[in-house]
Nanobody, 120 residues
Framework: QVQLVESGGGLVQPGGSLRLSCAASGSIFNINVMGWYRQAPGKERELVATITSGGTTAYADSVKGRFTISRDNAKGTAYLQMNSLNLVDTAVYYC??????????????WGQGTQVAVSS
């Protein structure tokens, strides 16, 4: 039993900042890659950022220079620092992680989603 719980979303003004957190819990043996996706109304879910267990990061072009993904392996938690937010960043943000459980099975897990609304 593994779950990812996201927090940190909310309503912010354009130019503001938010930090999202994603905490993994349950029968976890180890956590491999973690990442964030987002889905805006009427659009496909898109990749925002990923981070490997070794700390290698990758970002969508639309967020480069504004967003930073990080992780605390000891806590099993990933973060997404979002700066200079604008209206197009409004979306439901989903955390995902590839996790090996106690049965040594690798699988992808998704958080429940957290709403980020950028509005004046």
């Amino acid at each position: 039993q593994v779950q990812l719980v996201e927090s940190g979303g909310g309503l912010v003004q354009p130019g503001g900042s938010l930090r999202l957190s994603c905490a993994a819990s349950g029968s976890i043996f180890n956590i491999n890659v973690m990442g964030w996706y987002r889905q805006a109304p009427g659009k496909e879910r898109e990749l925002v950022a990923t981070i490997t267990s070794g700390g290698t990061t990758a970002y969508a072009d639309s967020v480069k220079g504004r967003f930073t993904i990080s992780r605390d392996n000891a806590k099993g938690t990933a973060y997404l620092q979002m700066n200079s937010l604008n209206l197009v960043d409004t979306a439901v943000y989903y955390c995902y992680a590839n996790i090996m459980d106690f049965a040594r099975v690798n699988a992808a897990y998704w958080g429940q989603g957290t709403q980020v609304a950028v509005s004046s």
